[in-house]
């Protein structure tokens, strides 16, 4: 009997596109073909015009253990594997295309929510810091284990995790090779929202649903502008808002909206609206 399929896709007609982690036995470890499938559904969500919102979730008892270190059929990409500057090449080139997809998915300009019903160590951590929205259910729980064998998450984890939560809990998760469980996640700025166990998906589809009603081009300059801002002083950033706003400001749905808003303002006296 064959194995099933290592990610499972869907799509929904609000326009969201789900894919799941589908190796539960294995505690959804991540493997080439897993990589594979995941690259071949975030490029049809970026070439997908209908697609709005990606969903990414898992099945089983974790959301991901990371890395599957024992697949062996990692892709072998630079012949001085064993000097310190061949294990930086592989770490850039290898790991199954890890951070090329990672640096991908940070880049498009649609909305990527990963919602954690479990356990996310490891490569599966990684993967989220590149999406944009982190939901968490209550069991929930993080950590980079790489720590236990004396080396560092190498596929962004530092780099992403030092941005995202600062140095203070980087060196939690990282220096100390401490766990943190959902609440204390949602006190670092690791996850956005924490929910009960017994609604969390209804909850990660609910705002998936809310993500597909905003509009597109304000959400993708947006990512751009946020970005942006995060690695320029106050000054540089004030340009990026008015350099993202000159083109949204044309946009005919903007004006539209816009011109009826005051017009519906002025004759209610209602506030403005509440999103």
């Known amino acids: 009997m064959s194995e099933a399929p290592h990610l499972l896709v869907d799509t929904s007609e609000d326009g969201i596109i789900v894919a799941t982690l589908n190796r539960p036995d294995k505690l959804n470890a991540i493997t080439r073909d897993m990589m594979d499938l995941l690259t071949e559904a975030v490029l049809r969500f970026r070439d997908s015009e209908n697609l709005k919102v990606m969903l990414i979730r898992a099945t089983g008892r974790y959301f991901s253990a990371g890395a599957d270190l024992r697949s062996g059929n990692q892709k072998k990409i630079s012949p001085t594997g064993h000097t310190a500057r061949g294990i930086r090449e592989n770490h850039r080139l290898n790991l199954n295309n890890m951070q ?10 649609k909305p990527i929510v990963v919602a954690h019903h479990a356990m996310c160590v490891g490569g599966g951590l990684e993967m989220s810091l590149s999406c944009d929205f982190r939901l ?12 236990l064998f004396g080396v560092l998450p190498a596929s962004n984890g530092v780099s992403r995790l030092a941005r995202m939560c600062g140095p203070h809990w980087a060196r939690w998760l990282i220096m100390a090779n401490k766990p943190a469980p959902a609440d204390m996640a949602y006190t670092m700025g690791l996850v956005h929202q924490v929910f009960p166990d017994e609604t969390f998906e209804q909850e990660v589809m609910d705002f998936c649903r809310h993500l ?24 540089m950033g004030r340009h990026v808002e008015r350099m993202a706003n000159s083109a949204l400001m044309l946009n005919p749905d903007y004006l539209t909206k816009m011109e009826a808003y005051v017009k519906n303002v002025g004759s209610s006296g209602k506030g403005p609206p509440k999103g």
């Open 100 to 109: 090329q997809l990672w640096d991908e998915m940070e880049h498009i300009e």
């Open 136 to 147: 968490a259910a209550k069991s929930a729980a993080y950590a980079f284990p790489e720590g």
């Open 212 to 235: 597909t009603k905003q509009n597109p081009e304000q959400m993708g300059a947006a990512k751009i502008a946020i970005e942006l801002a995060a690695e320029l002083g106050p000054e």
